[in-house]
T-cell receptor, first 111, second 113 residues
């Protein structure tokens, strides 16, 4: 079975500084991987997805993620945080008809 | 407008009540899902419908009963719930269940007293 582990339950950064949200996956092959974002009182929205076409994936709102097979990682980054980035972020791997969600990382952005 | 609309957004019910959650998608997708989001737990898939037929039921208690009358509508009928069923219930749709790309509604916040 495939799974993902988000290494930090909470990350706090200052506005304008880089963001790093960490995700490791467990799979015997290169899976598809996704990052979703959930703003307060909202549903989840797809940020970006990796499907083996390119290891560096660019998403919406300036986010990107790099697939590293040697490290079984798919960390999410952004060069400069904005206040509107404050939200919960989920790393996700498909499994049959299901999507295995990580536990989530809450991003706080300080002024 | 997310393309997936859920009603009601908030619901408070007693353990003996019967209520329903509604989801409607305007995206022309073929698959619809119910997820449960509880505090400090990963999202849990409850039901998947593809082309109006249920393809996944993750051992959900029978007090939750889904209904998918057509590809645009999905219901979750609730009866004799427990306080631990209080959660955010999220509906999602996708063009293809194997794509992994889901479009979510804003959720229905359920509180069971």
């Amino acid at each position: 079975a495939q799974s993902v582990t988000q290494l930090d339950s909470h990350v706090s950064v200052s506005e304008g500084t880089p963001v790093l949200l960490r995700c490791n996956y467990s799979s015997s092959y290169s899976p598809s991987l996704f990052w979703y974002v959930q703003h307060p009182n909202k549903g989840l929205q797809l940020l970006l997805k990796y499907t083996s076409a390119a290891t560096l994936v660019k998403g919406i709102n300036g986010f990107e993620a790099e697939f590293k097979k040697s490290e079984t990682s798919f960390h999410l980054t952004k060069p400069s945080a904005h206040m509107s980035d404050a939200a919960e972020y989920f790393c996700v791997v498909p499994e049959n008809n299901d999507m295995r969600f990580g536990a989530g990382t809450r991003l706080t952005v300080k002024p | 407008e997310t393309g997936v609309t859920q009603t009601p957004r908030h619901l408070v019910m007693g353990m003996t009540n019967k209520k329903s959650l509604k989801c409607e998608q305007h995206l022309g997708h073929n698959a619809m899902y119910w997820y449960k989001q509880s505090a400090k737990k990963p999202l849990e898939l409850m039901f998947v419908y593809s082309l109006e037929e249920r393809v996944e039921n993750n051992s959900v208690p029978s007090r939750f009963s889904p209904e998918c009358p057509n590809s645009s509508h999905l219901f979750l009928h609730l009866h004799t719930l427990q306080p631990e069923d209080s959660a955010l219930y999220l509906c999602a749709s996708s063009q293809d269940p194997s794509s992994g790309e889901l479009f979510f509604g804003e959720g229905s916040r359920l509180t069971v007293l």
